[in-house]
């Protein structure tokens, strides 16, 4: 059957055969995992996946048409989930032996991300690997003092061991999309900053990135109403501008803001 792409979904199916193979050999055999898919679209790489034998697999795709689709392909071992992943909470899904794939639909994925960083049920998860447009992937894995440091690498590291697998280029999607992508995989890190409610680190980061060409004494003030001793025992130099801030410092920065909203 012909299907006709979804703009408004994102739809950009992967079909290169040696990607799709490529991606599902990040799963070993012997593994012993669940597979918990987001966006199959019609399945071409669900067809993958399913080559590696999973214990279970779940597919979550909003499309209903492509949900109809997916039912007839499939009949076994695999439960096929109509909903929107940003909405989905049914979090029981998720286990310590879950590897979650997504070449994701571009418009929601930093939203996707996130829902993945800062989950208020705290559900685990072994890995994630996911597909980004290139622009996305680079301000994911980018450090202190380079141009696309952002908001979204620091969130990332707060929680996440990130590699890069592979750059894509357009024309293995079709419909082919405008712009180039990259596969990523995240690993949870063992230990992490403890914050009281992870969504601070959100509000720390969006206050600092939201003046991303002023210097850092502004948003400091703002928040901390130019507490000396914040500032001295952070060794903030207030002259930095948000990119060159390290990691660490908004992490500990956010631990000083819980302190003075208890
Ligand atoms: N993985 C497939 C399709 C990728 S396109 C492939 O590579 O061939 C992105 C997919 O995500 C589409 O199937 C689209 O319908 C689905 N999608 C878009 N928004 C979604 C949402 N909010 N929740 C779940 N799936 C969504």
Known sequence: MKI???????????????????????????????????????????????????????????DENLVEILSKKFEENIEIINSDILKFVDNKIFKQNTIIFGNLPYNI??????????????????????????????????KVNSKNYSRLSILTNWKFDVKKIIDIKSNSFSPKPRVDSTLLTFTPKKIIYKFKNPNNLEIITNIFFNQRRKKIKKPINQIFRGNEKIISKLKLNLDLRPQNVDFDTYFDLTVEFEKLTN
Do not use: C, H, W
């Open 109 to 142: 994925s930093s939203q996707i991300l996130v829902k993945f960083i800062i989950n208020k049920n705290d559900f685990k998860f072994k890995k994630l690997v996911f597909m980004f447009q290139k622009e996305m992937a680079d301000r994911i894995l980018a």
């Open 4 to 62: 006709r792409a979804k703009k408004s979904l994102g739809q950009n199916f992967l079909v290169d055969k040696n990607i799709l193979k490529k991606i599902s050999n990040l799963v070993n055999l012997e593994d012993n995992i669940e597979i918990v898919e987001i966006g199959p679209g019609s399945g071409y790489l669900t067809e993958y996946l399913l080559k590696k034998k999973p214990k279970k697999i779940y597919v979550i795709e909003k």
